[in-house]
C-alpha cells in the first residue's frame, strides 16, 4: 500500500507557474506508474499527465490540453512525483491528484488508479 500527499497548490496569476509535488508518506513510489488528475468545479476527473515506474524518456503521456505547458516527471530515489506547470490560465484551476497503478498499466482512465492523494487545490486569476 502506498499513502500519497501532494503539495505545491495555491493561487498564481495567469501565465505564471507552480509546481505540484506528491510525496509517498509509506510505500514505494518506485514500484507504480504514476499520474496526474485534475477536477474543477462542476467536472468530472480528468487525466492530466502520467508517467511510468521508471521514468524513462518516452514514457510520458499528457492531456492535449496541458501539452507544452506540463510536465510530469518522478524521482524515486525521493519518493516523489511532480507536475511542472507552466503558462497556466483560468481554465487550469481545478484540485490537482496524483495517483497510483501498476508497473506498465498507467492509461488516461481515472479507474485504472487504485492509490490517490487528497488532492491540491490550484486557482488560476485572469
Known amino acids: 500500500q502506498v499513502l500519497l500527499v501532494e503539495s505545491g497548490g495555491g493561487l498564481v496569476q495567469a501565465g505564471g507557474s507552480l509546481r505540484l509535488s506528491c510525496a509517498a508518506s509509506?510505500?514505494?513510489?518506485?514500484?507504480?506508474?504514476m499520474a496526474w488528475f485534475r477536477r474543477a468545479p462542476a467536472n468530472e476527473r480528468e487525466f492530466v499527465a502520467s508517467i511510468n515506474w521508471q521514468g524513462q524518456s518516452g514514457t510520458t503521456y499528457y492531456a492535449d490540453s496541458v501539452k507544452g505547458r506540463f510536465t510530469i516527471s518522478r524521482d524515486n530515489a525521493k519518493n516523489t512525483l511532480f507536475l511542472q506547470m507552466n503558462s497556466l490560465s483560468p481554465e487550469d484551476t481545478a484540485v490537482y491528484y496524483c495517483?497510483?497503478?501498476?508497473?506498465?498499466?498507467?492509461?488516461?482512465?481515472?479507474?485504472?488508479?487504485?492509490?490517490w492523494g487528497p488532492g491540491t487545490q490550484v486557482t488560476v486569476s485572469s
Open positions: 509509506t510505500g514505494i513510489i518506485g514500484l507504480y506508474d
Open positions: 495517483a497510483a497503478t501498476g508497473r506498465d498499466r498507467a492509461t488516461s482512465q481515472s479507474l485504472n488508479y487504485y492509490y
